[in-house]
Nanobody, 122 residues
């Protein structure tokens, strides 16, 4: 059974940092792409960052480029989203999702985690 579990969310002041984890089980990151998405109250889901180990590609949304960084730990089968210089507008529930191909289209990711709340205070 394919599963991803996010962790690492919390409350942080503007300008602070958090590292989110996406632990994958039931599949290898060698063969699946990972997308990070977020959804703030009253807003549509937004893509944040996307990673494919097999393609050696990492992409970021313009709103987070230069502040967020994806990394992975192959031994732990985990993908991380390091978030720095956080802004109040980054407040959202963050989800990681796994899919067979790297794409920004959330509908093409078929395994989703439960989400982790990130709150940035001003």
């Amino acid at each position: 059974q394919l599963e991803v579990v996010e962790s690492g969310g919390g409350l942080v002041q503007a300008g602070g940092s958090l590292r989110l984890s996406c632990a994958a089980s039931g599949f290898s990151l060698d063969y699946y792409a990972i997308g990070w998405f977020r959804q703030a109250p009253g807003k549509e889901r937004e893509g944040v960052a996307w990673y494919s180990k097999s393609d050696s590609i990492t992409n970021y949304a313009a709103s987070v480029k230069g502040r967020f960084t994806i990394s992975s730990d192959n031994a732990q089968n985990t993908v991380y989203l390091q978030m720095t210089n956080l802004k109040p507008e980054d407040t959202a529930v963050y989800y990681c999702a796994a899919g067979p191909a790297l794409t920004t289209d959330a509908d093409l990711y078929d395994t989703w985690g439960q989400g982790t709340q990130v709150t940035v205070s001003s």
